[in-house]
C-alpha cells in the first residue's frame, strides 16, 4: 500500500490545479482508512483471571501481545485461535503455578501449568492401589498452592520369638548331705512365636496385634536333688519314733543291712504285681514276704529311706549278695545310693 501511495503523491504533484489535487489527496485519505481499518484485528487475551480486548493490525500472536504490553516466558502456554472472519481472535495464556506432592512421607514442590490431580500423578509417573489414601478427588483441578498428599498404605506381617524360661522342682533327699544340690535333669528354656499384623502408613507401623502364637518347644523342668534329713519314700503308715529313731512298735529288726538301689522304666511292675515306685523295695521273700511294712534308715539316722513295703526281689537278694534292694525314680539316684547300710524295721 505504501508505494501505492507514494505513487499518487508523486501524480497529485503534476497537477496544475489546486481543487483537483484536494480531490486527489482526499481520495487517498479515504482510501488509507480503509485499508487500515480492513487490516485491523479484535484480539479477546485471557491471561489466567485476566480478560482484555485489543485490536491490533498486527499478523504475529508475539508482537501484537508485545504491543499491548504482555510478557510471556518460555515456561508460559500460549494458546492462538488464530484470525477468523471477521478478523477475530483469542488467546489464552496459561501460567505456571506451584503446588505441593507429597507421597510416602517424601514431600516436593512443583511448578505446573492448569491440570486435574490425575493428570499430574500420571505426569509424575505416581500410580495408586486400593489402600492408598489421597487427600483429593482425581477429577478436582489444581489451583496455587494446593497441598496433595498420597499416603502410602500397606499391610504386612512379622514374627517375634520369645524364650520360654524353665522352672525348678527340687525333691528334698538324705541322698546327699545336706545343703548340695544334685542336678537330675537339666532344665531347657523353650521357645514360641508370635506373629503380629501391621499396618503400615509411609512406612511406619501405626497399628499392630498379634494375631497367632505358636509353642514351637516346650520348657524342660530342672530336676534337682537336695540333700536334708528327710525321708525318700512317699509313704507314710503314721508310727512314733524313740529318741533313737526307731519306730515305736516294730516287731522286728535286722541290722547293718546291705542296701543297693535300682530303678526302672515307667509303669513297670514288680514281682508282688505292684508297681516299681519309691518306697516299694525288693527283698528276699523267704526272709520278709511281700506286702510286709517296712521302716528303712542308716543307723546314725543321716539316711533315711522311710516307710516302705515289700513288693519286689531279684537274684542279688535270693543268693545274699545283698540284703535290700531300694527303688528310686531315676536312675542317678539309684547311683548315687550306692551301697549303705541300714536297719530294716518290721512294722506288722
Not at 496385634?209 to 512317699?234: F, H
Not at 528310686?328 to 547300710?341: I, K, M, P
Request: aromatic residues 10%; charged residues 25%.
Amino acid at each position: 500500500m505504501d508505494s501505492i501511495l507514494r505513487g499518487m503523491y508523486r501524480l497529485v504533484c503534476r497537477l496544475r490545479t489546486r481543487a483537483f489535487a484536494v480531490g486527489v489527496l482526499s481520495l487517498v485519505v479515504v482510501y488509507t482508512i480503509y485499508q487500515t481499518t480492513e487490516r485491523t484485528h479484535a484480539v479477546y487475551i485471557r491471561d489466567g483471571e485476566s480478560l482484555t480486548l485489543a485490536y491490533t493490525i498486527q499478523e504475529e500472536v508475539q508482537e501484537f501481545l508485545e504491543d499491548e504490553g504482555i510478557t510471556v516466558m518460555a515456561s508460559d502456554m500460549v494458546h492462538f485461535t488464530g484470525f477468523s472472519s471477521p478478523a477475530i481472535a483469542e488467546v489464552e495464556i496459561k501460567r505456571p503455578f506451584s503446588v505441593t506432592l507429597t507421597v510416602g512421607g517424601r514431600r516436593k514442590q512443583l511448578s505446573i501449568h492448569e491440570m486435574t490431580v490425575k493428570q499430574l500423578l500420571d505426569q509424575q509417573g505416581i500410580t495408586l492401589d486400593g489402600n492408598d489414601r489421597i487427600n483429593m478427588d482425581l477429577s478436582d483441578v489444581l489451583y496455587e498452592g494446593a497441598e496433595l498428599v498420597v499416603e502410602r498404605i500397606d499391610y504386612s506381617t512379622r514374627t517375634e520369638s520369645r524364650q520360654l524360661p524353665y522352672i525348678t522342682e527340687q525333691t528334698r533327699s538324705s541322698l546327699l548331705d545336706i545343703g548340695v544340690v544334685r542336678v537330675l535333669v537339666a532344665g531347657e528354656e523353650g521357645e514360641e512365636i508370635t506373629t503380629y499384623s501391621q499396618k503400615l502408613k509411609d512406612g511406619e507401623v501405626i497399628f499392630e496385634r498379634a494375631i497367632d502364637t505358636q509353642i514351637i518347644r516346650e520348657p524342660v523342668t530342672q530336676e534337682e536333688l537336695v540333700g536334708a534329713e528327710e525321708a525318700i519314700s512317699p509313704l507314710d503308715f503314721g508310727y512314733k519314733f524313740d529318741t533313737d529313731g526307731a519306730p515305736i512298735g516294730y516287731t522286728r529288726v535286722f541290722k547293718h543291712q546291705k542296701a543297693t538301689g535300682y530303678s526302672a522304666r515307667d509303669g513297670a511292675r514288680t514281682a508282688s504285681g505292684r508297681y516299681a515306685v519309691p518306697g516299694h523295695v525288693a527283698v528276699n521273700a523267704e526272709k520278709i514276704p511281700y506286702g510286709t511294712k517296712l521302716y528303712i534308715a542308716s543307723a546314725d539316722g543321716s539316711f533315711i529311706y522311710g516307710y516302705a513295703i515289700a513288693a519286689d526281689t531279684g537274684t542279688g537278694l535270693m543268693d545274699g549278695r545283698t540284703d535290700i534292694d531300694l527303688f528310686y525314680d531315676t536312675y542317678t539316684e539309684s547311683v548315687l545310693n550306692g551301697v549303705r547300710y541300714v536297719d530294716v524295721y518290721i512294722l506288722d
